[in-house]
Nanobody
Framework: QVRLVESGGGLVQAGGSLRLSCAAS????????MRWYRQAPGKQREWIAI?????????VYADSVKGRFTISRDNAKNTVYLQMNSLKPEDTAVYYC???????????????WGQGTQVTVSS
């Protein structure tokens, strides 16, 4: 199976920074892209960032985090990161890692999800 494990969440003061990690393991043939989502209490899951996993790296951010968050990857570790700066109370949410890829040669691409890591920003 493909497993994604998020880490790095915690409690931080407004204006502070936090770095999330998402390590992928298991049967992974290829990774096309990795994304970060978040879900705040009582709200819909929100996509916040994507990074492609090919030799040419592209990143796209949601307006809500643009200029404050940075997504990056380490192909050797099958790990994606989310550097979060200038955190606001409204950033409080469970942050989820998403991987789009193939578990085996010839298989169709699909989404895989981590269990999430809690980020709490206090005012």
């Amino acid at each position: 199976q493909v497993r994604l494990v998020e880490s790095g969440g915690g409690l931080v003061q407004a204006g502070g920074s936090l770095r999330l990690s998402c390590a992928a393991s298991g049967s992974i043939f290829s990774i096309n892209a990795m994304r970060w989502y978040r879900q705040a209490p009582g709200k819909q899951r929100e996509w916040i960032a994507i990074i492609t996993s090919g030799s040419s790296t592209n990143t796209v951010y949601a307006d809500s985090v643009k200029g404050r968050f940075t997504i990056s990857r380490d192909n050797a570790k099958n790990t994606v990161y989310l550097q979060m700066n200038s955190l606001k109370p409204e950033d409080t949410a469970v942050y989820y890692c998403n991987l789009y890829g193939r578990a085996s040669v010839g298989s169709a691409g699909r989404d895989y999800w981590g269990q999430g890591t809690q980020v709490t920003v206090s005012s």
